[in-house]
């Protein structure tokens, strides 16, 4: 047994714990970390890989007498730390070991104390650890590290606070030497590239201890019964919506404890707000609440003083809040790692399957569910995508590099940077590029050789130690009751919102009156052309999903067995009823597209998913917009393209664009159309505060200035490329 391969301290430990035999990651990792393997690890919530990495992690440290922090334990939420600390602090105590924290939280008495007198384990953050590593004192206890674990890996792989981890990790091998790094996630649709991501240029292990079959996931569309109308009109819902809350308030009160995720922060107000006047014992979890207002919420479920949290993403990670019996989604969860990933937070023990349920609304809802159920049950996760090269953490990390040793030879920094993943690709010339930048702006000083640090390198790379885009909520208030509707996210004003234009938001067209400092002003309007807006980046449903809806269709209109998908009656037969309808008018599929028009509206359906149905759209609206000599406008889902024309629509127009668009034309177009909108400025601002080419607080002027000044340069080039990965898809397209 693996538990015999551990010091006897830690053995003595387990016997007092009662625990007797390993969990699948325990037994399948133990021995590759005590052996010295970089190891990542994939299991469920609650399967005991914490503890998989830490014990053996622990075996090896106990014999180290040295002063100094030997293990960096990494978390990508605080919410995370603390609960760590929690668990992690038995074992520590009990082993005569310290274990801490250490945040942006962290006050300056802890902060002193841990440079004095440092923990044997630091639990931390990726940001916290790009501050440690300039600190002067406490610097000199990371040359102690032999461990680093990060946990959640799979959130940190695919994003800027990720990419800037895996060079910090690289500066930390200068400072320590080579240490072990264990890296832990529920779900990784790509567990080379998330180990290389971990390990970077050196060898690793994965230890897969997920297993999809122990789930127990079902499809349910909530039929109304006469007495949802009564209460439909009491709440100001309509009769389907009410089906489906009276069906999740039927399976919390069937339950003990369930989690119910939503997909944004508003609906999660909105059900909240209809649970309250419906007297449920639920409440809401987002991270728009304060600290203190989640920490209490999480209390609550804990102690079982709630049955039932509505919740996002936020809650997807491990944050602790004790067994949950029932994971229910509420509508498609838009992809597979996301059902998993929630559904995986029930059972929360290791005998236990995971049980989860997705209450669907419309029939895209439905075709997708079922979609992404069969994919869950046979594991096929969607792939994770690590970007290559992001500049704007690179220039970062190139001020770092200095904070650390004042100067340094470029050849020495483009050494450290290359073993980093994400940056094996990068040309010595593109470093420099960024370097000549940094010099230009006042950031830096370079020569033929080095580059070092200024006075100003200090405030620059402490003022973006987070990746985390500071994005403004603006409020929408009601002109004629002065209410609150909801929130809009600074992106949406900053591209699509004008005065006079109309968007819907919580089912309703509102059109924009005026637009103040944290304010929208707006009055109630019909239109059906109308855009949706949103607070916070939606869900992209991935084109593979909506090819196999688009094949699903298929093959329900050749009445094929559906014995591979998981559905209620219910949903079954709404399915079947629209894939009839559709089949009068058209119907798309995977291989199949069709062009509908409707007054001055043209509907290009297409099985694609959200990002390639942007891209296309985008693309044609440019077309179309030169054609007529005035703007098309354009919105898409996973599923369809719509255009607005100035007069009727024309269908055949759109059919001639779209066959004889050529695929070397995308690229170009793309280019072209993103340099001349809102969305690209709007994003270039964004890149530019985190290369110190504009404050934070930057007005609009000064974005137009730099728009001006830095065209052609890595700022530009940063803001292509990011656009290009997060929001279009050119190569699929």
Not at 276 to 300: F, G, P, Q, Y
Not at 340 to 354: A, C, T
Not at 594 to 599: A, F, G, H, K, L
Request: glycine letters at 6%; aromatic letters at 6%.
């Amino acid at each position: 047994m693996v538990y015999e391969l551990l010091d006897r301290r830690i053995q003595s430990l387990l016997k007092e714990r009662k625990w007797d035999i390993p969990t699948d990651p325990q037994e399948m990792g133990i021995p590759q970390i005590l052996e010295g393997k970089n190891t990542l690890i994939i299991a469920k919530t609650g399967s005991g890989k914490t503890e998989a990495a830490f014990l053996p992690v622990l075996s090896k440290i106990l014999n180290i007498k040295e002063k100094g922090i030997k293990v960096l334990y990494i978390a990508p939420l605080r919410a995370l730390n603390r609960d760590l600390l929690g668990r992690l602090e038995w074992w520590c105590e009990n082993l005569d070991l310290r274990i801490e924290v250490r945040h942006g939280d962290t006050n300056q008495y802890a902060r002193r104390k841990q440079a004095l007198s440092p923990p044997d384990v630091l639990i931390t953050t990726p940001e916290t650890l790009q501050a440690i590593l300039v600190g002067k004192v406490i610097r000199e206890h990371l040359k102690k590290v032999r461990y680093v674990i990060v946990d959640e890996i799979h959130e940190l792989a695919t994003d800027k606070r990720g990419f800037q981890l895996s060079i910090g990790l690289e500066r930390l091998v200068e400072l320590a030497g080579d240490f072990l790094r264990i890296g832990l996630s529920a779900t990784v649709g790509s567990p080379t590239k998330v180990g290389k991501f971990l390990a970077g240029n050196r060898s690793f292990e994965v230890v897969n201890a997920i297993g999809t079959k122990d789930m127990d996931i079902s499809i349910l569309c909530p039929e109304s019964s006469e007495d949802d109308q009564e209460r439909a009109d009491e709440l100001e819902v309509g009769l389907e919506t009410m089906a489906r809350l009276r069906k999740i308030k039927d399976l919390v009160d069937q339950h003990r404890s369930v989690l119910t995720f939503v997909n944004t922060r508003d609906m999660a107000e909105i059900l909240s707000s209809r649970f309250n006047l419906m007297n449920a014992n639920i409440d809401v979890h987002h991270s728009s609440l304060s600290k203190e207002m989640r920490v209490e919420t999480e209390k609550k479920f804990k102690n079982q003083e709630l049955k039932s949290l509505i919740c996002t993403s936020s809650m997807e990670l491990g944050i602790d809040v004790g067994a949950v019996d029932l994971v229910i989604q509420y509508m498609s969860p838009r992809q597979v790692s996301r059902l998993v990933q929630r559904v995986g937070r029930s059972g929360h023990s290791v005998e236990r399957r995971s049980k989860g349920v997705i209450i669907v609304s419309d029939e895209d809802d439905v075709l997708e569910s079922m979609v992404i159920v069969r994919r869950a049950l046979n594991g096929e996760l969607e792939e994770t995508n690590v970007q290559k090269n992001p500049l704007d953490v690179l220039a970062h990390q190139v001020a770092g590099l200095t904070m650390e040793y004042y100067s340094m030879e470029i050849d020495k920094a483009y050494e450290i940077i290359k073993r980093a993943y994400p940056y094996r690709d990068l040309k010595k010339e593109k470093l420099e590029e960024v370097i000549d930048l940094l010099r230009y702006i006042g950031l830096l000083w370079k020569d033929e050789e080095q580059f070092g640090k200024k006075r100003s390198t200090l405030t620059y790379y402490f003022g973006n130690l987070s990746m985390i885009p500071d994005t403004k909520q603006y409020m929408i208030i009601d002109i004629g009751s002065r209410k609150r509707i909801g929130v809009l996210d600074e992106e949406f004003i900053q591209t699509r919102a004008e005065i006079g234009g109309v968007f819907i938001v919580k089912g309703r067209a509102w059109e924009i009156l005026d637009i103040k400092e944290r304010e929208v002003l707006v009055s109630e309007a019909e239109n059906i052309g109308a855009i949706p807006g949103w607070e916070g980046e939606t869900i992209p449903v991935p084109f593979e999903i909506a090819q196999e809806v688009g094949r699903l269709r298929d093959h329900i209109s050749q009445d094929k067995a559906l014995n591979d998908y998981i559905a209620d009656e219910n949903s079954i037969e709404k399915i079947k009823k629209y894939v009839k309808n559709q089949e009068k008018l058209g119907l798309a599929t995977d291989k199949r597209i069709v062009i509908e028009t409707y007054e001055n509206f043209v509907i290009l359906h297409s099985c694609f998913g959200s990002i390639v149905n942007e891209t296309l759209g985008t693309i044609l609206s440019s077309i179309l917009s030169s054609k007529f000599g005035t703007s098309i406008a354009v919105r898409s889902d996973p599923y369809r393209i719509c255009f607005q024309f100035p007069i009727r629509g024309d269908g055949e127009i759109l059919k001639e664009v779209l066959m004889n668009l050529k695929p070397e034309q995308v690229k170009p177009i793309l280019e072209l159309t993103l340099k001349r909108s809102s969305l690209f400025q709007w994003k270039l601002a964004q890149v530019a505060k985190r290369f110190g080419a504009l404050t934070k607080d930057a007005e609009s002027f000064h974005i137009k200035k730099v728009l001006y000044t830095f065209e052609d340069s890595p700022i530009y080039e940063e803001t292509l490329r990011e656009l290009f990965n997060e929001k279009l898809d050119v190569e699929t397209t």
